[in-house]
């Protein structure tokens, strides 16, 4: 298994991670799949979306492992690879 790192500029709470890091599309999705425990910090089921993320923080959302990477120097909030949205069945429907 790969570990993606996501540099942040600073501490995120749990849910604004998740979108950041591209497993889901919304705030809202993160909030569903936080709730339902599909997401893990550093090796254990989270259920707080407002959980403060810190450097070396590990979180697994579905397949996908992250690495939380604080950044000071970083002047945008770039992840260094785009993720990708595990959960489409989340994204509100356009019918």
Do not use: H, Y
Not at 8 to 34: N, Y
């Amino acid at each position: 298994m790969i570990t993606e790192r996501v540099k942040v500029k600073k501490e995120i709470r749990l849910d604004q991670f998740i979108k950041w890091a591209g497993a889901v599309s919304t705030g809202g999705q993160a909030k569903i799949i936080i709730k339902e425990g599909l997401v893990k910090v550093n090796g254990r089921v989270e259920n707080r979306r407002g959980r403060i993320l810190r450097d070396g923080d590990r979180v697994k959302v579905g397949e996908d492992d992250f690495l939380v990477v604080c950044c000071e120097e970083c002047l945008t909030l770039v992840p260094e690879k785009p993720g990708t949205d595990q959960f489409p069945e989340l994204r509100p429907s356009n019918n």
